[in-house]
């Protein structure tokens, strides 16, 4: 199974919007609404911040949001502030053997 | 506060066997699925394997199959993965993270494979 596919990098510059694209296959993003989005700083643990496509966990800003369209979801962070500068990576539910697959992951950079 | 912090990490070489803990706390350890994810330094996430709670079910990634276990002890609230004829592609933090959400993480316990 291969990885989901994400810009290597984003930008944007303080209260800008930047999306932020992840494309896989009929095989997970477009097969099950089990698309999760998470934000890693340099030398820490990643942190949920979308699950099931466009659901927030509790304390995570409503400036991050999740979508879907076929075999492409998306993170949109909207009124971007610098602590948002960081990695951003998108992961899927792809079947019962392989289970879970990321993508390469997204640095975004606030300007 | 939930926590997870895992330890067992560190230098081992090729061929050899290392096992990783991942002890929780403050949630009902017993009632989750478990997880472990790695991350090669500087790289991106990969996930490794699963457990239920109940210890019926485990799901590998077949990059591991064969040579890594997943286990839980629900009375030490602790979570292993036992490792095996690790190779220097094995070399990455390992993570410990709750549930199919991913919504908990550990701080990560590096494992390094060299001679």
């Known amino acids: 199974q291969s990885a989901l596919t994400q810009p290597p990098s984003a930008s944007g510059s303080p209260g800008q919007s930047v999306a932020i694209s992840c494309t896989g296959t009929?095989?997970?993003?477009?097969?099950?609404?089990?698309v999760f989005w998470f934000q890693q700083h340099p030398g820490k643990a990643p942190k949920l911040l979308i699950y099931?496509?466009?659901k927030r966990p509790s304390g995570v800003p409503d400036r991050f949001s999740g979508s879907k369209s076929g075999n492409t979801a998306s993170l949109t962070v909207s009124g971007l502030q610098a602590e948002d500068e960081a990695d951003y990576y998108c992961?899927?539910?792809?079947?019962?053997?392989?289970?879970?697959?990321f993508g390469g992951g997204t640095k975004l950079t606030v300007l | 506060d939930v926590q997870l912090v895992e330890s067992g990490g560190g230098l081992v070489q090729p061929g050899g066997s290392l096992r990783l803990s991942c002890a929780a706390s403050?949630?009902?350890?017993?009632?989750?699925?478990m997880h472990w994810v790695r991350q090669v330094p500087g790289k991106g996430l990969v996930w490794v394997s699963r457990?239920?709670?109940?210890?019926?079910?485990?799901t590998y990634a077949d990059s591991v199959k064969g040579r890594f276990t997943v286990s839980r002890d629900n009375t030490k609230n602790t979570l292993y993965l036992q490792m095996s004829s690790l190779s220097a592609e094995d070399t990455a933090v390992y993570y410990c993270?709750?549930?199919?959400?991913?919504?908990?993480w550990g701080q990560g316990t590096l494992v390094t494979v060299s001679s």
């Open positions: 993270t709750r549930s199919d959400w991913f919504d908990y």
């Open positions: 403050g949630f009902t350890f017993s009632s989750y699925w």
């Open positions: 457990i239920n709670s109940a210890e019926t079910s485990r």
């Open positions: 009929s095989s997970d993003i477009g097969g099950y609404d089990a």
């Open positions: 099931e496509v466009s």
């Open positions: 992961s899927s539910y792809a079947g019962s053997s392989n289970f879970r697959i």
